[in-house]
């Protein structure tokens, strides 16, 4: 049978350092919430539910922790800070609801992966009791040192407890520590607070677990995996790790980046076969990408589907509810909302398509502007299969343009245009013979008077 598994998250710290209006795990990282990679890592490797332990924005947090995954999450509230042995007994009573493992992570490391979890577990299976999840640190001040003898954990020493000796160890606890469900809360309950801090820590759950002769092991994971989020610097260098992790899986996966570190994903960016990404794009959440279809320089795309063989930008933003079909273009200078944008067509320089269905093969010029908004209300503008629009049209919504229908340029368009018919919308040009010539001689004596204004006299 498989095994039952509770991940206890914690996010009820204050996160004092990070100087914000709102809790530290709602910041986010390739554009989800920091403790909604910690859930979904959790789901990942198998977790059947979540509690999570919250303090200030209840309620966002909670919601945002079951961003994307089916597995159930129950907050549990810690109101006082007392330490991470404290906080993990806030998840009492789902704890007794029986599971096999019990997992404790950290809402504000969310570099947690799925792999690393599994491991653990994997060893808990193998008849561990306590698994502790270590990291070699490069700098291991702070950290809690992992104190081994004969291939056990025998104890994790918390920084300001730990003697010279001690210190001298490289191998640190990096948050992640498993533990056997049927024991779980009575290890818990054992917890005391003489310490340095005066808080209940959870890290001395080892020494209590060995004492009543149960097994404890560590096992490495990268230091990545376990870097935590305490001020903006430190989420900016976990967004860089995250970044070059997404990356590094979509070039796997098939996708060419020309300056694969200047492109921004977001975590559900979804990159079809072959296609190009060229420098300084940027994709905020809900893109996907069809096959083949190339991102030129200097885009921005967020909630956007984009047909295969599409190309976009240079300079482009779409912004969301854009559809592009199969091979259509939307070129430089171009910003796109709401509009569906059929195969093949094209709008190519300097438009504004928002509000808007275009058919195949339509052909959209320079400067045009769907008027979508009159202020108070927004208006569909519909433009037919294989029509073409003149440069510098303003297409006044609602309106809608016929299939095959044309478009003079400089058109400021209010009412409907049949399929197939030609519509002018401007005043109509008027040529005046040699009135140029007049109109430069007339412009130079006027030059000539401001120069000399007693020469005008005569004039
Ligand atoms: C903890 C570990 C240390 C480990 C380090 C790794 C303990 C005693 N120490 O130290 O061994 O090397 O993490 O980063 O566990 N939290 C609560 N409620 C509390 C206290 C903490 O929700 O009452 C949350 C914090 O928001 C944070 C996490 O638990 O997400 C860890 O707490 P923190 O105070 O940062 O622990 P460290 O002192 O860094
Ligand atoms: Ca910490």
Known sequence: MARTCL?????????????????????????????????????????????????RDAGSVTA??????EVPVTPVEQTERKGTGHAVLMARDVIAEGYDDIVVLYGDAPLISPESLAAATAKRAGGADVV?????????????????????????RE??????????????????????????????????????????????IVEIARARGLRCVAIEAPEEDMMGCNTRAELAEIEAVWQARARHAAMLSGVSMIDPG???????????????????????PGVRVGACAVIHAFSHIEG??????????PFARLRPGTELGEKAKVGNFCETKKARIGAGAKVNHLSYIGDAIIGAGANIGAGTITCNYDGVNKH???????????????????????DGAFVGSGSVITTDVPDDALALARARQETKPGRAERLREKLAAIKALKKNPSSGQQG
């Open 64 to 69: 945002a922790a079951g961003i994307g995954i």
């Open 304 to 313: 956007a589907e984009i047909g295969a063989g599409a190309m976009i930008g």
């Open 132 to 156: 502790v999840l270590g990291f070699r640190a490069k700098d291991p001040t702070g950290y809690g040192r992992l104190i081994e003898r004969d291939g056990e954990l025998v104890a994790i």
């Open 159 to 204: 920084h300001k407890e730990a003697s010279d000796e001690e210190l001298a160890i490289d191998f640190c606890n990096g948050g992640v520590i498993t533990f056997s469900g049927s024991e779980a809360v009575s290890l818990l309950e054992a917890i005391g607070n003489a310490n340095a801090k005066g808080e209940y820590y959870l890290t001395d």
């Open 380 to 402: 569909v503008t519909e433009i037919g299969a294989g029509a073409f629009i003149g440069s510098n049209s303003s297409l006044v919504a609602p309106v809608r343009i016929g």
């Open 262 to 284: 200047s492109v921004f994903l977001s975590f559900d960016t979804e990159l079809g076969n072959d296609v190009v990404i060229e420098p300084n794009v940027w994709f905020g």
């Open 7 to 55: 991940a206890v998250v914690l996010a009820a710290g204050d996160a004092t350092r990070m100087k914000s209006s709102k809790s530290k795990v709602l910041h986010t990282v390739g554009n989800l919430p920091l403790i909604a990679h910690v859930t979904r890592a959790a789901a990942s490797a198998g977790v059947g539910k979540v509690a999570l332990v919250v303090g």
